[in-house]
C-alpha cells in the first residue's frame, strides 16, 4: 500500500448489535391522507440510563465548524454530552476548551436510514443567545455530489435569538440561502424552550409537510427536477445541539448561558406506504465490534472513516438482520489508486457471502458507493469485510432488501 500510516488515536466503540424496530403499534392520529395505519420502523423511548442505545444511534464527530462556522466540538459517546435517564435522552452543549474549540456537544445520527415516511419526535429546546439544536436529515449517498445539491430536510430548527419561532426547511440547487431562495416555512408559540412539543413531518413521493403538535404550518410539492427534489432516495435523521454558528449568533451570543441542553422524549418512525417493508441499515465504518489493523480519520463526508486497509486487516460487526433474503450492500469507499478487494464474511471468516472489486476514486477523500447483492438469513450474525487486498477506505456499510 502506498499510503504511508500515521499514529491516530482509535475511538474503541463497545459491543455493537444493529436492530431495527419493526412494530405493528400504529397512532391514532392520521395526520394528512398518507396512511390511517403507519408501520413503526424505528423508535426510541428513552426508557433507559446511559448513553444513547449504540445499535440505533451513531456520532457525527469533530470542530471544523461544520460548515457554519459552529463553535462547539462533537464527541463521540460522551457521557457529558449525549446521556438517556429519567425517560429523555438530553443533547448537552458544555463551555469547555476541547480540541481547540471552547464548547462541546453531541450530533446523533440514526443508523437505520428512510426513504418517505412520518417522523415524530417529541422534544423541549434550549434557550438563549448562541443556541441552535436541530432536528434534521441528509442523504445516505451523496454520489459525489455537494452540498446542497444533494439535499437537506429540516423537520425542526430553532435559534436562541428568536425564541418564539420554530423553522422547517428544505435545502435544495434550487432553493437554498446561499442563493437567498431557501424554502420553508414556521410556527410561533410561547414554551418551545419551557414545554414538549411533538415536532412531526411527513414526506411522501409527491409531498412533503411540516406539523407541531398535529397543526401543519408548512407544506413543499415535489415539481421540476433534481435540482427542485432530490429527496426520492434514503435520508438518515439528526439531532444535533450547535453552539453560535453563522445564524445560531446572528442575533448575538452570551457567554454566560452555559451548559445548554435539548431534551427528547421519544423518536418515533413509520412507514406510511402500509406495506412494512424492512428499512436499510446503515453501519458506520467506525461502529466495528472487532478489528485488526484498521485506523480511523476525520472523512470529508462528515463523521469518520476507517482507514489505511491493509491486506490481511479485517472488520467485524454484530448485525440484527430483520428477515431473510437477498440484500444490496453498499459500500462507501475511496482509493487514490490502488483499488483493492473486498470479502464479505460470516462467522469469523468461516463463510464468504461476496466479493467486490474496489476501484480507484482519484482521492483517499474521493467517496464512491459500490455495490454487490448477497444473501442473509435473518437474525443477529457475525458479519465481516476481510481485506484480501488493500489500498482504500471505507466510511460506511448499507444493507438493503431487495427482493
Known amino acids: 500500500m502506498t499510503k504511508k500510516k500515521k499514529v491516530l488515536s482509535i475511538l474503541c466503540t463497545s459491543a455493537l448489535i444493529l436492530s431495527t424496530l419493526i412494530s405493528s403499534n400504529t397512532n391514532d392520529k392520521s395526520l394528512g391522507q398518507v396512511n390511517a395505519e403507519p408501520t413503526l420502523v424505528f423508535q426510541d423511548e428513552f426508557n433507559y440510563n446511559g448513553l444513547p442505545d449504540s445499535s440505533k444511534w451513531g456520532y457525527d464527530v469533530g470542530g471544523h465548524g461544520w460548515g457554519n462556522n459552529e463553535l462547539q466540538y462533537y464527541t463521540n459517546a460522551d457521557l457529558d454530552n449525549a446521556f438517556v435517564g429519567d425517560g429523555t435522552l438530553k443533547i448537552k452543549a458544555i463551555k469547555e476548551p476541547y480540541e481547540g474549540k471552547d464548547f462541546t456537544s453531541s450530533r446523533l445520527v440514526t443508523k437505520a436510514d428512510f426513504q418517505y415516511g412520518r417522523f415524530e419526535i417529541r422534544a423541549k429546546l434550549p434557550g438563549g443567545l448562541g443556541v441552535w439544536p436541530a432536528i434534521w436529515m441528509l442523504p445516505t449517498d451523496w454520489n459525489n455530489q455537494s452540498w446542497p445539491e444533494v439535499g437537506e430536510i429540516d423537520i425542526m430548527e430553532h435559534v436562541g435569538y428568536e425564541p418564539n419561532i420554530i423553522y422547517g426547511t428544505i435545502h435544495t440547487k434550487a432553493y437554498n440561502h446561499l442563493i437567498g431562495t431557501q424554502n420553508g416555512g414556521s410556527i410561533e408559540g410561547n414554551d418551545w424552550e419551557s414545554a414538549f412539543h411533538v415536532y412531526e413531518f411527513e414526506w411522501t413521493p409527491s409531498e412533503m409537510r411540516w406539523y407541531v403538535d398535529g397543526t401543519l404550518y408548512h407544506t413543499y410539492e415535489k415539481h421540476g427536477g433534481n435540482d427542485e427534489w432530490p429527496f426520492d432516495k434514503p435520508f438518515y435523521l439528526i439531532l444535533n445541539l450547535a453552539v453560535g454558528g453563522d445564524w445560531g449568533a446572528a442575533g448575538g451570543f452570551d457567554w454566560n448561558i452555559w451548559p445548554r441542553q435539548m431534551e427528547v422524549d421519544y423518536v418515533r418512525i413509520y412507514d406510511t406506504a402500509g406495506g412494512g417493508?424492512?428499512?436499510?441499515?446503515?453501519?458506520?465504518?467506525?461502529?466495528?465490534?472487532?478489528?485488526?489493523?484498521?485506523?480511523?480519520?476525520?472523512?470529508?463526508?462528515?463523521?469518520?472513516?476507517?482507514?489505511?486497509?491493509?491486506?490481511?486487516?479485517?472488520?467485524?460487526?454484530?448485525?440484527?438482520?430483520?428477515?431473510?433474503?437477498?440484500?444490496?450492500?453498499?459500500?462507501?469507499?475511496?482509493?487514490?489508486?490502488?483499488?483493492?478487494?473486498?470479502?464479505?464474511?460470516?462467522?469469523?471468516?468461516?463463510?464468504?457471502?461476496?466479493?467486490?472489486?474496489?476501484?480507484?476514486?482519484?482521492?483517499?477523500?474521493?467517496?464512491?458507493?459500490?455495490?454487490?447483492?448477497?444473501?442473509?438469513?435473518?437474525?443477529?450474525?457475525?458479519?465481516?469485510?476481510?481485506?484480501p487486498s488493500g489500498g482504500y477506505n471505507i466510511n460506511w456499510i448499507n444493507f438493503e432488501k431487495v427482493d
Open 277 to 387: 417493508t424492512d428499512p436499510s441499515i446503515k453501519i458506520e465504518a467506525e461502529d466495528y465490534t472487532y478489528m485488526s489493523g484498521v485506523q480511523l480519520e476525520d472523512a470529508s463526508e462528515g463523521g469518520q472513516n476507517v482507514g489505511y486497509l491493509d491486506p490481511g486487516d479485517w472488520l467485524s460487526y454484530s448485525i440484527n438482520i430483520p428477515s431473510a433474503g437477498n440484500y444490496r450492500v453498499e459500500y462507501r469507499v475511496a482509493s487514490l489508486n490502488g483499488g483493492g478487494v473486498i470479502n464479505l464474511e460470516q462467522n469469523a471468516g468461516q463463510t464468504l457471502l461476496g466479493t467486490l472489486n474496489v476501484p480507484s476514486t482519484g482521492g483517499w477523500q474521493n467517496w464512491q458507493t459500490i455495490s454487490h447483492t448477497v444473501y442473509l438469513e435473518a437474525g443477529v450474525q457475525d458479519i465481516g469485510i476481510g481485506i
